[in-house]
Nanobody
């Protein structure tokens, strides 16, 4: 099995920045692409960003494009989400997720991901 643990969430003022980390452990060799999703109270979980295993493909939701940057360090089995110019509407629990390497998936569909972290709260005050 693979375990994912997010960290780096917190309370920040609008316009500020946070960097989320997602540390993978266990059978990390079985993980492929990584994604970040978020869920605000009363809303469905939504796609935020995706990075392929090689890092050669990166995708963002339109709502975060130009403000968030996803990256990964495969040697450290860690993924990152740098969030700049944060807005109150970015407030949510942020989850990292990973796909089983070699599987077919659609990057924006949460059901494509096999492994999930427990989530980290991000709160942006106005």
């Amino acid at each position: 099995q693979v375990q994912l643990v997010e960290s780096g969430g917190g309370l920040v003022q609008a316009g500020g920045s946070l960097r989320l980390s997602c540390a993978a452990s266990g059978r990390t060799f079985s993980t492929g692409a990584m994604g970040w999703f978020r869920q605000a109270p009363g809303k469905e979980r939504e796609f935020v960003a995706h990075i392929s295993w090689s890092g050669g493909r990166i995708d963002y939701a339109d709502s975060v494009k130009g403000r968030f940057t996803i990256s990964r360090d495969t040697a450290k089995n860690t993924g990152y989400l740098q969030m700049n110019s944060l807005k109150p509407e970015d407030t949510a629990v942020y989850y990292c997720a990973a796909v089983t390497r070699g599987s077919t998936y659609y990057y924006a569909n949460s059901r494509s991901y096999d492994y999930w972290g427990q989530g980290t709260q991000v709160t942006v005050s106005s």
